[in-house]
C-alpha cells in the first residue's frame, strides 16, 4: 500500500517535470515531507495534505481519484491496526495532538467550553466550533482538551474527519480508529457503520472521557460519531454546525489585535515587538488578525533575526505579493484556501474572484444587490452562489445596513486570494463588463437617491442619464434617501476612483455629481473633494471637455464649503471659462452664482451684486428653478450687505414663493434663512427670531445639521437684539457652535463664536475679549475683510467698558476695511468717531501714527 501511493506521487511529479522542492512549494508542506512519502516512510499523508498535493499535480478527476484513494487507504491503514496488533489499553487512551504552547486570547470561548463540557450528566456537553480556515478552530479544541485533561481521565479522543478534502473520512473509517482507541481488537470490529456506531456509543458510556472530532464534513458525517448525552465532545468545522441537537455553538473570528500582537510576541519575541510597536500593529493588520497568517509572519521573523518588523512588514505591503509572504516551512495560506476553492461550484467560483475584484477596489463590503448585477444572473442564481460561499467561510454576512439592505464582505486574506483567481481563470474583458453592470447599479440607486434628498443645488443635468439607458433601471433605494447614502458611503467613494482606474468616466462623474448634495448636507468634506478631483481628472483623461466643466464647478463648489475661498475663486473661474468655451451657458450661470458667493464673502460687494445678477438671469431661462433659489437668495444677502434692507426682504420673498412651486426642500430651507437675515437687518427681529426658527426646524427634516446650525446663529442673532434675552442668545450660539465643531465647519464656528463674543461684550462679561481675539486670528488668517472688520467692532466695545483707550484704534481699522469694501457701516463708524461721513483715510492713518 505504502508503494502504490509513493509510486503514483512520483509518476506524477516526475510527468510535470518538477522537482520535490517545487512540488513541496505548491502543496504548501516541506520538500522533506515529500521525499519521505516518495520513499513509502511515514504514516500517510493527512487528508487535508492529500488534497493539497492532488491540486499542486493539477490531477485531473480520472487521476486525482485513485490518487487519493491510495493515500487515504495508507493513512487509515496506519491508524486502524490490523486484527493481528494487540489492542490499545483503555487506560492510556490519550490520544490528543502536541498542544499549542504560545496560544493566546480565546477568553470567552474557553468560557464557554469549560461550562458545557461540565454541565451536569444527563445533559448535551456538546460544543461546535465553526469558522474560516485559519482563524485556529483546531487549535482552540486541542488546547481546551489539553488544559481539562486531568478532569477527564479516562482519556482524550481525537480523529481528524477530513472536512475540507473533496473526499471527507468515512464515518465507518472514524469509528474503526476510534473503537481503536477504546480498546476494541481489530478483530472485533463490526462491519456495518449502525454496528460500529452503537458499540462506539455503548464503549464510550459512562466513561470520563473527551471526545474531540475536528474538521467535520457536514451533519451526515458526525451524526453516526456523536456519542450518547453527558460525554464531553468538541466538534470543529468550516461549516455551522448549528441543527445538532443540544449543543452550544461557537463562530470563532479573527483575533481581536491586542491578542494578535501577543502571538506575535510569544513566537518572534517580546524585545522585538516592544522596539517596533507600530509595525508590529501593521504587521497584524496586513494579516487581517487571522491566526494562521499572524503566525506565519511571527515565524518567519523568530527564524531571521536579523529582520526588522519594519522590512517584512514593507514585503506584505504590495497585496500581490502577500499570500507568497505568508508561508514558512509547512504553514502556508494560499494552500488552505486552494482546497476550499476547487471544492466550490462553478458558479459560486465565478461568484467568488468577481466579487474578490470588486473588494480589491476599495470598497468593504458589497450589497445582495451586487452580486446579482456583477454576476449578470436571476437574483435565485446569485443567492445560491452567495450561499456556497457563506457555508465554505470564503465570505461573511455582515447584516443589515441602515438603509435594510443584507451586505456581505471578505476577510482581506480570502480577498487576496479571490483577486488573484480572478486574474487567472476570468478574462480582462468579462471582469470590465461585470464592473460596467455592478457600477451602473450603484450609479442608478445614487440617482434615485439624490433624487430622494430634494435638495437639488449643483447641477442642471442628469449626470447619470447616459450611463443608465445602456443597464436595467433601479426602482428603489430601501428605508430613505439619506440612510442609502450613509449605507454606501465608502463604497462611491472608492467606486468613483474604481471607474476612472477602470477607464468610465462617465460612471466616474455621474457617482461624484450625484453623491455632492449628500457630501454637503452632511459635511463630509473630504469624501466630496477626493470624489471631485477624481472625476475630473477621469473626464480630462477622456477628453470630455462639457463634463471638465462640468466638474470644475462642482469641484468649485466644494471647495466654497471646504472654506478653500482662494482655490474656491480660481476653479470656479476656470469652469466658467471652459463652460463658455464649449457653448454651455447654464454651466456660465451656475459658476456665477458660486463666484459671487464667494465675492460676496471677500467684501467685494458690487462686484457679487452683478455676478449673483446675472446668475439669476441665466438660471431664469433654463427653468430650473431650485438653483435660481439660491442665487436669489444670495443676492438678497448682498443686498442687505449694501444696506438695501428693503430690496433684500423683496428678493428673498420671490425666492421663497419659486422655492415652494419647485418642490425643493433644501431651496424652501435656505430661502427662509435668508429672509430671517433680511428681516433682522431690517431690524425686524421679533419676525426674524420666528422665520429663523422654521428655517432651522426645515433644515432638520431634510437631515442637514450644518443649515439647522446656521438658522439657529440668525436666531440668536435675532435674540440678542432685546437686551433682556441676550443669555437665551447665548444658549442658541453656543449650541450652534457645538454642532459644527463636531461637523469641522470652522467658518460657521468661527461665526458662531463671534455672536458669542459680541453677546458677551454686551453683557460686559469677562472672557468676551479672549474669545473675540481668538476670532480676529481667525478672519485674519482667512483674509475676510468684512468680518475681521466686525469683530475689531466687537473688540472696541469691550475696549470701551474697560475705559481702554485702544477702542479708537480699534474703531478706526474696522472703518478703514469697511470703507475699502464701500460698506455702509464705514458710515456709522465715522459718526461715533466723530467725524464728518466724508472723513479721509489719511486722517485714520494720523490718528493711528498719533498714538
Not at 556 to 568: R, T, Y
Not at 751 to 759: F, K, N, T, V
Not at 768 to 774: F, G, N, Q, S, Y
Request: proline share 4%.
Amino acid at each position: 500500500m505504502d508503494d502504490e501511493f509513493a509510486a503514483q506521487l512520483r509518476g506524477h511529479r516526475l510527468a510535470l517535470r518538477l522537482t520535490q522542492e517545487v512540488l513541496a512549494e505548491r502543496a504548501g508542506i516541506s520538500a522533506r515531507s515529500v521525499g519521505e512519502m516518495e520513499r513509502g516512510r511515514g504514516r500517510g499523508p493527512q487528508p487535508r495534505t492529500l488534497e493539497r498535493l492532488a491540486t499542486a499535480l493539477e490531477l485531473t478527476d480520472d487521476a486525482r481519484k485513485p490518487f487519493v484513494d491510495a493515500g487515504r487507504a495508507l493513512f487509515w491503514s496506519n491508524r486502524a491496526a490490523p486484527a493481528a496488533s494487540p489492542p490499545v489499553q483503555v487506560g492510556a487512551a490519550r490520544h490528543l495532538p502536541r498542544n499549542i504552547a504560545d496560544f493566546v486570547g480565546r477568553h470567552d470561548e474557553l468560557a464557554l467550553l469549560d461550562a458545557t463540557l461540565f454541565a451536569e450528566p444527563r445533559k448535551a456537553r456538546l460544543v461546535a466550533i465553526s469558522g474560516a480556515a485559519g482563524v485556529g478552530k483546531s487549535a482552540l479544541a486541542i488546547h481546551i482538551g489539553h488544559r481539562l485533561a486531568a478532569r477527564f481521565p479516562d482519556g482524550q479522543l481525537y480523529a481528524e474527519l477530513g472536512g475540507e478534502n473533496r473526499v471527507p473520512a468515512e464515518p465507518t473509517d472514524v469509528l474503526a480508529v476510534l473503537l481503536r482507541m477504546l480498546g476494541v481488537d481489530g478483530s472485533a470490529l463490526p462491519a456495518g457503520l449502525e454496528d460500529r456506531a452503537a458499540m462506539f456509543r455503548c464503549r464510550i458510556l459512562d466513561r470520563r472521557t473527551l471526545l474531540i472530532l475536528d474538521d467535520a464534513a457536514g451533519h451526515r458525517q458526525v451524526a453516526p460519531l456523536l456519542p450518547p448525552d453527558g460525554v464531553a465532545t468538541v466538534i470543529t468545522s468550516r461549516l455551522a454546525l448549528t441543527g445538532l441537537p443540544g449543543a452550544e455553538t461557537i463562530d470563532l473570528r479573527p483575533l481581536p489585535g491586542r491578542d494578535s500582537i501577543e502571538l506575535l510576541r510569544k513566537v518572534a519575541g517580546p524585545e522585538r515587538v516592544q522596539a517596533e510597536q507600530d509595525s508590529a500593529n501593521a504587521l497584524v493588520a496586513a494579516c487581517g488578525n487571522l491566526p494562521l497568517a499572524v503566525r506565519i509572519v511571527a515565524a518567519r521573523l523568530a527564524a531571521r533575526p536579523h529582520w526588522t518588523l519594519g522590512q517584512l512588514g514593507e514585503r506584505l505591503i504590495d497585496e500581490r505579493r502577500r499570500l507568497d509572504e505568508l508561508r514558512h516551512g509547512d504553514l502556508s495560506v494560499r494552500p488552505m484556501l486552494q482546497v476550499t476553492y476547487r471544492a466550490l461550484s462553478p458558479a459560486a467560483a465565478r461568484a467568488f474572484a468577481l466579487l474578490g475584484s470588486l473588494c480589491g477596489t476599495g470598497i468593504s463590503s458589497v450589497p445582495e444587490w451586487a452580486v446579482v448585477a456583477l454576476l449578470d444572473s436571476s437574483p435565485v442564481a446569485a443567492a445560491a452562489a452567495v450561499d456556497e460561499l457563506l457555508d465554505a467561510r470564503l465570505l461573511e454576512s455582515t447584516g443589515l445596513d441602515q438603509a435594510g439592505q443584507q451586505r456581505y464582505r471578505f476577510h482581506e486574506i480570502t480577498r487576496l486570494y479571490a483577486r488573484e483567481r480572478r486574474e487567472a481563470e476570468i478574462s480582462d474583458a468579462e471582469w470590465s463588463a461585470s464592473f460596467a453592470r455592478v457600477a451602473a447599479g450603484w450609479l442608478g440607486r445614487a440617482r434615485l437617491a439624490r433624487e430622494g434628498l430634494q435638495c437639488e443645488r449643483f447641477y442642471l443635468d442628469d449626470p447619470a442619464a447616459a450611463v443608465l439607458g445602456s443597464y436595467p433601471t433601479a426602482t428603489a433605494v430601501g428605508t430613505n434617501a439619506v440612510e442609502w447614502f450613509e449605507a454606501e458611503r465608502d463604497s462611491l467613494v472608492a467606486l468613483v476612483a474604481a471607474s476612472r482606474t477602470a477607464g468610465r468616466a462617465d460612471i466616474a462623474r455621474g457617482l461624484a455629481a450625484c453623491a455632492a448634495e449628500f457630501f454637503e448636507l452632511r459635511g463630509y468634506y473630504d469624501d466630496w473633494r477626493r470624489t471631485m478631483r477624481t472625476a475630473l481628472d477621469s473626464c480630462r483623461e477622456a477628453g470630455d471637455r462639457h463634463a471638465e466643466a462640468a466638474m470644475l464647478r462642482g469641484l468649485g463648489g466644494c471647495l466654497v464649503e471646504c472654506e478653500l475661498p482662494d482655490q474656491a475663486l480660481l476653479t470656479l473661474r476656470a469652469a466658467r471659462a471652459l463652460a463658455e468655451q464649449v457653448g454651455d451657458t447654464a454651466g456660465m450661470a451656475m459658476a456665477s452664482k458660486d463666484i459671487g458667493y464667494m465675492l460676496g464673502l471677500a467684501g467685494q460687494l458690487d462686484e457679487a451684486e452683478s455676478e449673483l445678477r446675472a446668475a439669476v438671469d441665466g438660471l431664469d431661462r433654463f427653468g430650473r428653478d431650485s438653483v435660481k433659489v439660491i442665487a436669489m437668495t444670495n443676492l438678497a444677502w448682498v443686498l442687505r450687505e449694501r444696506g438695501a434692507s428693503d430690496e433684500a426682504i423683496d428678493v428673498v420673498r420671490a425666492a421663497l414663493r419659486t422655492a415652494r412651486g419647485a418642490g425643493d426642500r433644501f431651496a424652501l430651507a435656505y430661502a427662509s434663512r435668508g429672509l430671517a437675515g433680511a428681516l433682522l437687518a431690517a431690524d425686524r427681529s421679533a419676525l426674524a427670531e420666528r422665520t429663523a426658527r422654521r428655517a432651522a426646524r426645515l433644515f432638520e427634516q431634510i437631515n442637514d445639521p450644518i443649515g439647522a446650525a446656521q438658522s439657529l446663529r440668525v436666531q440668536g442673532e435675532a435674540l440678542a437684539k432685546d437686551p433682556a434675552r441676550l443669555v437665551e442668545a447665548e444658549q442658541a450660539f453656543r449650541a450652534a457652535a457645538e454642532i459644527f465643531r463636531r461637523r469641522g465647519h470652522n467658518w460657521g464656528l468661527t461665526l458662531a463664536e463671534l455672536s458669542l463674543g459680541e453677546a458677551q461684550a454686551r453683557r460686559g462679561l469677562a472672557g468676551a475679549d479672549t474669545r473675540l481675539r481668538e476670532v480676529l486670528r481667525f478672519w485674519t488668517a482667512e483674509n475676510v475683510p468684512a468680518l475681521r472688520a466686525r469683530t475689531l467692532v466687537a473688540l472696541a466695545q469691550v475696549a470701551e467698558q474697560a475705559g481702554d483707550p485702544s477702542a479708537v484704534l480699534l474703531k478706526t481699522e474696522a472703518y478703514e476695511l469697511y470703507r475699502s469694501l464701500k460698506a455702509p457701516q464705514a458710515k456709522e463708524l465715522a459718526r461715533q468717531l466723530g467725524w464728518d461721513e466724508d472723513a479721509t483715510y489719511e486722517v485714520a492713518v494720523s490718528l493711528d501714527e498719533g498714538s
